[in-house]
């Protein structure tokens, strides 16, 4: 039976800390394995066996119509991935708003592998239709399970390591590139018989996912503010944390569950028209745009493209490309341990500015290549400081800034808005990239240099720290925020007198 209020009364002795007594590692690695593990794998998944894909597609459309086929299939192999996660970015709102966070975790695994069983047998089947479907798939798949992650992770740590758990979201998208890069290497599974295999790695995890997450809790703070459950949250932080004591972390519920009492979670429409959390809206969006704009999408995708631009032997690109996905690994890791101590402004200051140096150095060097013989393995060295700052910096603080800055009512619309945006940019970027390479040649990367240093001083301006600190305090801090003497919440109360 479900109380009407929280009882705050301490149990066991020791304040949460770093230290985990109870199932909460299980649950990230969980997590993290169907969640942003699949969006990572799938980034960089398909470059391995393109080649086998399109000489499938060939002697596909040559077997039925006996002439070559278009260019357009292949393209749309490529981009549907973007357009099923700009749907599944859409329908977040529905999954983890009807379903729970839990049940909507477990409900995107069977997606990953109803799309995984259409792109094994695709090959079988001699059908490159299927191929288009279960890239769609994935791609809403992958959308769906990064943001019912992060919105997990969010909810289920207390505050003084809300950073370092959910840096795990970004740890996990690292070890899902590096996996694809390994598993696309021709001694493992990147031979011509085996693309549709290489393809469906990730779906091996989701069936662990399914059997596993029955058995986990429903996130704490989801079970208190929305479901008003507060016997569940206490045994849900139980079975996470171990016997501890929570009464900080159920004051703070409580706090915010009597702010957003008799609202109901907002749709991205109303949100979008709410003057008090315009700074929010406005500080990811600038930071997500940045973020995509300062390059680290585009070494994703593009990476062979560009090592092979700037004259490294193709040989070696592959052992190149590893590194940077093990470098990548190392540096989320150690964003997560360093981030509750260096507090968010600081990664975000300092890996903006040094990732803007890092592509004017490119640029530089690029057009040196000719009278400098080591160019190719400068350039390979600057690329890899470049993830080192990205990922240690705003890369990795951006996943824990956006589970911090919107209360629990409006949380699934902002993960909506900004998934959206985030997909729709990444299918842009994706059609102008090579496009941009070959018009501006080595000054392309003088616009991710500028986008970078942009994010720099919005960062420096805008965005007020938020390590410590409850989310209604991080709230009040974005309604301080004046230009011109004047903010969003004043123009929003002269409005309503009048």
Known sequence: MKSRGPRTEPWGTPEVTGETRGNALFLIFILGIGGSFQSGYHLTSLSSPSPFIQRFINSTWYERYATPPPTIIWSLIVSMYAVGGLLGAVSVKYFTGMLGRKKAVICNSFIAI???AIML????????EM???????????????????????GEM????????????????????????????????????????VVLCVPACFSVVQVMAMPYLPEAPRYLFIEKRDDKACKKALEILWGQVNFKQEMEEMSTEQATVEGASAKSPLLLLRDR????????????YCCNQFSGMSLINTFAFDIFRKVGLPTD??????????????????SCGLLIEHAGRRPLFLAGYGIVSVCWISVTVVLNLKGSISWAPYLIAVLIILFIIFFCGGPGGAASTLNSEIFIQSDRVAAFVIFGVQRWSVFAVLGLVFPILIDALDSYCFVIFACMSLLGCVYVFFFLPETKGKTLLEISDDFKAITVCGKSFVEENQMETKL
């Open 157 to 196: 740590s207390p505050r003084k390591i809300r950073g370092t758990v959910t840096m795990s979201f970004t740890t996990f998208v690292s070890i899902g590139k590096l996996s694809a890069q390994f598993f696309g290497l021709s001694e493992i599974l990147g031979r011509e018989e085996l693309w549709n």
């Open 276 to 287: 008090t959390v315009r700074w929010q809206l406005i500080t990811m969006s600038a930071i």
């Open 316 to 333: 070696q690109i592959r052992y190149v490309t590893l590194g940077l996905g093990v470098t990548e690994i190392i540096t989320s890791i």
């Open 121 to 128: 047998t695709s090959k079988w089947a001699k059908s490159y």
């Open 114 to 116: 109803a799309a995984a």
């Open 131 to 153: 191929i288009i479907v279960a890239r769609i798939l994935f791609g809403y798949s992958a959308a769906l399970g990064v943001s019912a992650h992060l919105m997990y992770l």
